[in-house]
């Protein structure tokens, strides 16, 4: 009996929402009185999976196939269940991501296995229950969620849990084979297009972000977010609106319809906050609004505003936290 | 070529979000449903490969009491050919997969197409429950979807980038834009949807697997702290020292 974290590794380094996931799973362990092993998919490198052990994993099972290195989701279900089984795991922690949706989903039937997504606080194991908290309803409520069976699936939504950190402490590295053949590898991607990210922050990873809505005119300013990024190091993003006109492209939309982001800090410039906005954004732990319209809706949902125009307040907050040094 | 559109039934996305008072249920009393937005992606998809194709059937399939029938008839306004509803109340993502793939078994679907997820429940589970129970594929979140004879070419969004995938029918694709434009229902398709065929059946297969104990809403935001413009940077020293979080 033991828990299973599933640990997504991207050019040798282990993600951020790993390390979350890591830090859930071990604590999870310790709640039911076990261990945390881990499964680690993707690019990895020895040293890098060692280092687990800070978040309380004692022992990764890593399978060298170099066509793991891209997800294929055929092949990642069977080696995580490979794993699991190997493990007898009753409980599977991954990562909320579009891996960890894509595989947790599968991985629930074919294990017979209770899931839950978007998890956002370690479980209550009491008198046989197991019962997770998970966001629902875009962000405007949460749900406690009852897990039934021998076997859980959990998906932990980013940003929600604090990555343990104990110096020093290793986990061990064993190889592992999951004995996959050519027919696990149906859906391998054909090609993998890597986009642009600014100061190399993937926005689903981030824990700070800077937006611009319509109000930021066109991209020509944009100048203006990507500085106060580049001194915050945080991603940016954007409204619909502003990647429907193609100001910025797609894969900074956030919202409704677009990602959904839970940073430490979402720091919004001429943004009006319109719902299907604020579907994406209002799990961040804090939020700055920057509108020149004193009734703008976002000011509702912020934490910190300024009333002010963006061209005028940007440059002064990029100044400023130059100058925290 | 037939495909099998998934559609959930949804509260309108500005509605404001009320339960039960023993916090067990959502509180319907007076809202809006939709079609899930992220499912009229894989709708009109669904619709536009059927019209390249010059031929072929798109079948919406909903779970859910008789209370979904207006938006099933909606989705056959868009373009829909038939639709069916597995009667019963959408207990968890499972146990939906379970009727899905149950349809799709019998029905001879070769594409099977849903949203990514749903607005309310938010449980971007059930495209790979339905692809495991049928044993085939599936691609998701999809951002585009094109078909050649019975290969299908996606763009799969992943962490920092896009996937480019090929997959053989039958598989399962979960939608999101900018997969396409979502159709909205013209009079000629409001008039020729109520004839459209609509089946109802029971369900099939196991129980759910989950099941939510108690619903809450986050607690109230303290209310906004305004920085004058002119002090702009004094926020930078609220953040770093009081919300600690730069
Ligand atoms: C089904 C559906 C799904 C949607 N999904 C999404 C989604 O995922 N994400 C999303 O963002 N939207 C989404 N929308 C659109 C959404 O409803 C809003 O239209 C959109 O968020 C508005 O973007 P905006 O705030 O950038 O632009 P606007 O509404 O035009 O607001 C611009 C703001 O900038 C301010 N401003 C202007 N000039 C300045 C200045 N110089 N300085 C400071 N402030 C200034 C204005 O006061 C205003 O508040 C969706 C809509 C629908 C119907």
Known sequence: ?325 | MKFLVCISNVPDTTTKITFTPDNKEFNKAGVQFVINPWDEYALTRAIELKEAQGGGTVTVLNVGEADTEPNIRKALAIGADDAIRVNAFPKDAFFVAQQIANIAKDGGYDVILMGKESIDYNGFQVHGMVGELLGIPTVAPAMKLDMSGNTATLEREIEGGKEIVEVNTPFVASCQQPMCEPRIPNMRGIMTARTKPLKVVEPTGEGARTEVSAYALPPAKQGVKLIPAESAGELIKLLRNEAKVI
């Not at chain 1, 994406?280 to 732990?285: E, I, L, M, R």
């Not at chain 1, 912020?302 to 963006?310: F, H, L, P, R, S």
Request: proline content about 3%; charged content about 20%.
């Open chain 1, 1 to 325: 009996m033991s828990v299973l974290v599933v640990v997504e590794c991207d050019g040798g380094e282990v993600k951020k929402s790993s390390l979350e996931v890591a830090s859930y799973g071990s604590q999870v362990a310790q709640l039911l009185g076990t261990s945390a092993t881990a499964v680690a998919v993707g690019e990895a490198t020895e040293a890098n999976l060692a280092k687990l052990g800070e978040q309380g994993i004692t022992k990764v099972l890593y399978d060298a196939e170099p066509r793991l290195k891209d997800f294929v989701n055929g092949a990642y279900t069977k080696l995580i269940a490979a794993a699991a089984q190997q493990e007898d795991a009753k409980v599977i922690v991954l990562a909320n991501s579009n891996i960890g949706a894509a595989v947790g989903s599968r991985l629930s039937v074919r294990l017979q296995a209770s899931l839950a997504t978007n998890v956002v606080e370690l479980p209550k194991a009491d008198g046989g229950s197991f019962t997770v908290k998970r966001g629902a309803f875009s962000g405007k409520a949460f749900a406690d969620v009852t897990l039934a069976g021998e076997r859980k699936i959990i998906a932990v939504k980013k940003n929600s849990i604090e990555a343990l950190h104990e110096a020093g402490k290793t986990a061990e590295v064993v190889s592992f084979s999951a004995q996959l053949s050519d027919a696990d590898f149906a859906d391998a991607p054909k090609q993998v297009v890597l986009q642009d990210q600014a100061g190399g922050i993937l926005l689903p990873e981030a824990d700070k972000v800077v937006s611009g809505g319509r109000g930021m005119k066109g991209p020509e300013n944009w100048k203006l977010i990507e500085d106060l990024a580049q001194a915050l190091g945080a991603a940016t993003a954007c409204s619909k609106p502003v990647s429907d006109v193609d100001w910025r492209p797609h894969h900074e939309h956030v919202g409704q319809t677009g990602i959904t982001v839970s940073p430490n800090l979402y720091i919004a410039c001429g943004i009006s906050g319109a719902i299907q906005h604020l579907a994406g954004v209002n799990s961040s732990k804090v939020i700055v609004v920057i509108n020149k319209d004193p009734e703008a809706p976002f000011f509702k949902a912020a934490d910190y505003g300024i009333v002010g125009d963006v061209f005028d307040v940007l440059p002064k907050l990029t100044q400023a936290v130059k100058e925290l040094g």
